[in-house]
């Protein structure tokens, strides 16, 4: 059962009303993340913005994206946020066999080396920084990823990190 109530869109400011409005253009609903964050719209502003920049912006694939914020998920063990984003790699058309791949075997993914190499380096960050030896950067960097990439790439698991606490710690509901 979740800790905090989830509020709806009559019961929020105009402000927040907008942002929510936003939120259910992109993404059909408005997932109970966001209605959580609502009892502190500051919040709810920044990490929409955030969602925004990081998710809907930069080089990186969507599908690679998705497929980041599912695995540093799953790994985090956050069912909120694995739901939430083997539901999106779905509606962007990614069949059933390759999500299994993802989350299993992702070597076998159409994912180029790069991008493998770009989620293993994430997952690894999210797991265990400081134990990130300076060869698998070069490896990474000789498989093609730009810095740009690489920073994109982490703040993905950044927001993802975040989102799997916040969830987890509010016991929000799952609602994909």
Not at 36 to 46: D, E, G, I, N
Not at 67 to 77: E, F, G, R, Y
Not at 151 to 164: K, P, Q
Request: glycine share 4%.
């Amino acid at each position: 059962m979740a800790r905090i109530p989830i509020i709806s869109k009559e019961q929020v400011s105009k402000e927040t009303q907008e942002i929510f409005a936003e939120i259910e253009s992109a993404f059909g609903m408005i997932p109970n993340l966001f209605k959580t964050y609502s009892h502190f719209p500051p919040l709810l502003k920044a990490n929409w913005n955030k969602v925004k920049a990081v998710m809907m912006q930069g080089s990186l694939s969507r599908k690679t994206k998705e497929a980041i914020a599912l695995l540093v998920s799953k790994d985090n063990s956050c069912t909120y946020c694995v739901a939430a984003h083997t539901t999106a790699l779905r509606a962007i058309g990614t069949p059933e066999e390759e999500i299994k791949m993802i989350e299993g075997e992702i070597e076998k993914s159409t994912f180029t080396e790069k991008e493998r190499g770009l989620i293993a380096f994430v997952r690894k960050a999210n797991k265990d920084p400081n134990r990130i030896a300076d060869k698998e950067f070069e490896k990474l960097k000789h498989a093609g990823a730009t810095d740009s990439e690489i920073v994109e790439a982490l703040g993905v698991m950044e927001l993802f990190t975040a989102f799997n606490k916040f969830l987890d710690s509010l016991n929000v509901k799952i609602d994909f």
